[in-house]
């Protein structure tokens, strides 16, 4: 009796150690459900793993894009056919059901599509609660800085169950940081004036994404002395007190580097004069803004405000490996 029991036991703890090896291996954070603080402040608790995402919001759209999150989105912000890496990276996306804007979210729209998980910004606060109250989970980001971008990027990962890419994302953000903090230590950071989109009067204070860009490209914001949070408009008066060794247009300037040259009232400006006037390049995305690709934006920059410490060749080289890497785009941008 005593041989048979142990038998037994042997058979059950072989078909137990079977079990454990066929069974798979989840990755760290895969558990569900899974509690998350979002960028509101406000506890999401996520029963399960969602299949199925709405993102509003164009910087939640490309974050999820990198994620490789493609094939979960079930509708997705107005005007997807300005985004070009959309086209680009998953055309399927200009199809899907859209809903709405930050000034026009159209919430029927949203909830007739029963996602898993719907992603909101900030300013969509309002929309995520009455959401809630119809049942659907939401969770807010607001990556208004590199720090609340890589945030963001963890949040949303942890929600998704995608830690893993995310750590791959954020390990290439930190690692171009580290490097242009390197490569620029010991460099004078010029003065740089950083126009915006409809105007080029228009420009960013301390209190912008676009100011870290400019730092972390090694230059110097002119309006850094201004304490906002969004575009301010300057005169031409304070663009020459200010002098700017550079000017850099926005992505999506409705001007042109030539409209900038030929300005007579910029026409004594040390950039002018030198005709160090850019626009930062936009046939991917609008590496001023804190979408994923932001620091992209700073590795260009520097590469015009420091071009002895950052090569073209080299600049271009780490475009093509994050477009390749995250969006499985080949690119020769620079």
Not at 76 to 82: F, K, S
Not at 200 to 211: D, E
Not at 291 to 301: R, T, Y
Not at 313 to 323: I, R
Request: net charge negative.
């Amino acid at each position: 009796m005593k041989q048979k029991i142990k038998m037994i036991t042997f058979m059950m703890t072989m078909v137990l150690a079977f079990q454990l090896m066929a069974a798979p291996v989840l990755a760290q954070g895969s558990a569900y459900p899974v509690t998350i603080t979002d960028q509101a402040g406000r506890e999401i608790t996520i029963e399960q793993e969602p299949e199925s995402l709405i993102s509003a919001y164009y910087i939640s759209t490309s974050l999820i894009m990198a994620l490789g999150l493609t094939d979960r989105l079930a509708g997705i912000e107005t005007g997807a056919e300005l985004r070009p890496i959309y086209g680009l990276s998953a055309p399927a996306l200009l199809e899907l059901p859209n809903v709405g804007s930050l000034k026009e979210f159209d919430l029927e729209a949203c909830a007739a599509l029963e996602p898993d998980l719907v992603i909101l910004p900030m300013k969509l606060k309002e929309s995520a609660a009455i959401l809630e109250e119809l049942g659907f989970t939401v969770l807010i980001i607001n990556p208004e800085s590199q720090e609340l971008l890589k945030e963001a990027i963890s949040i949303v990962a942890k929600a998704t169950n995608t830690e893993e890419k995310a750590a791959e994302l954020l390990g290439f953000i930190n690692t171009q940081e580290q490097k242009l903090e390197e490569q620029n230590r010991d460099a004078e950071a010029p003065r740089v004036y950083l126009s915006g989109n409809s105007d080029f009067l228009s420009t960013a204070g301390n209190g912008m994404y676009q100011n870290e860009l400019i730092t972390l490209a090694g230059g110097a914001n002119v309006a850094g002395e201004i304490e906002d949070t969004y575009w301010v408009e300057s005169s031409y008066e304070q663009i020459l007190s200010w002098d700017p060794e550079y000017i850099i247009m926005a992505s999506a300037a409705k001007y042109t580097v030539e409209d900038v040259l030929a300005d007579e009232n910029l026409a004594v400006c040390t950039a002018v004069q030198n005709g160090n006037v850019y626009h930062i390049p936009s046939d991917l995305e609008a590496w001023d803004s804190p979408v994923p690709a932001g620091i992209l934006g700073a590795v260009w920059m520097s590469g015009i405000l420091h071009p002895e410490q950052n090569a073209e060749e080299d600049s271009a080289a780490v475009l093509n490996e994050f477009y390749k890497t995250f969006y499985g785009v080949e690119t020769n941008e620079n």
